[in-house]
């Protein structure tokens, strides 16, 4: 990269180096219908607006499907958040969850 005085700099990346090692996606279910869906929140931006949302298009297309309010979590952010995040595997597993809709606000 030239500057007007004539001198050249490096160029270098922004993003700093990998910090672990990119893991395979979860199987995704083949369709909604029957399945029971999480919501986890933030508390930062609408998801009291969007999910129910959400849930309304999703309980048309997919008239069996069932959902978690993000209630029953806490926020994802904030004070108790590592020990939320922490918890959801078993959680998840508990309450028989098959999938998770995360909204978080930016």
């Given at each position: 990269?030239?500057?007007?005085?004539?001198?050249?700099?490096?160029?270098?990346w922004p993003?700093?180096?990998?910090?672990?090692?990119?893991?395979?996606?979860?199987?995704?279910?083949?369709s909604?219908?029957g399945k029971?869906?999480?919501?986890?929140?933030?508390?930062?931006?609408?998801?009291?607006?969007i999910?129910?949302?959400?849930?309304?298009?999703?309980?048309?297309?997919y008239?069996?499907?069932?959902f978690?309010g993000?209630?029953?979590?806490?926020s994802?952010?904030?004070?108790?958040?590592?020990?939320i995040?922490?918890?959801?595997?078993?959680?998840?597993?508990?309450?028989?969850?098959?999938?998770?809709?995360?909204?978080?606000?930016?």
């Amino acid at each position: 990269m030239a500057t007007p005085a004539g001198g050249t700099y490096p160029v270098v990346w922004p993003r700093g180096p990998k910090a672990g090692e990119i893991s395979p996606l979860a199987e995704r279910p083949a369709s909604l219908d029957g399945k029971k869906i999480a919501f986890l929140w933030d508390y930062l931006f609408r998801g009291d607006e969007i999910f129910p949302m959400l849930a309304s298009e999703l309980t048309a297309r997919y008239p069996g499907v069932e959902f978690v309010g993000h209630e029953t979590f806490g926020s994802t952010h904030g004070d108790e958040e590592h020990e939320i995040v922490a918890n959801l595997p078993e959680r998840l597993r508990e309450m028989e969850v098959d999938a998770v809709i995360s909204g978080m606000g930016c």
